[in-house]
């Protein structure tokens, strides 16, 4: 059997449920190359300051979050995009209800 040469998603929305309390994440592809996950985040919860040894592309698809990257703490809210270096420390607080897209480039 052939492997797909795509995945389609029609709608990222519907692919994480935002939890009552607590943070729900769901990998959407992974390879050797790249590892894509999307985030539900019920409002007031967080993921503390941490690093990855990779770079990462974080897209805001609903909501309004606390975003920290490195030393500067910004509000950010769906369309919001940011790309990180490798060994960042960032963090998220989720204000409201948040879904967030997160891109790990491997090796990149």
């Known amino acids: ?16 449920e935002i939890p009552v309390n607590g943070i ?4 959407l592809y992974n390879d050797d ?7 539900g985040f019920a409002a007031g919860q967080e993921l503390t300051a941490h690093t990855a040894p990779m770079p990462a592309i974080l897209h805001v698809l609903q ?4 975003l920290k990257l490195g030393a500067d703490e910004l509000d950010v809210a769906a369309g919001a995009w940011a790309r990180m270096a490798p060994k960042l420390e960032h963090a998220i ?8 897209l997160l891109t790990m480039l491997k090796g990149g």
Do not use: C, H, N, W
């Not at 729900?24 to 990998?27: A, D």
């Not at 607080?93 to 967030?100: D, E, N, V, W, Y």
């Open 63 to 66: 909501g309004e979050a606390k």
């Open 33 to 39: 190359r790249v590892k894509v996950v999307i985030f």
């Open 93 to 100: 607080f989720a204000r409201t209800p948040t879904i967030l």
């Open 24 to 27: 729900l994440s769901r990998t």
């Open 1 to 16: 059997m052939a492997e797909a040469s795509y995945q389609f998603s029609a709608d990222l929305m519907r692919e994480v």
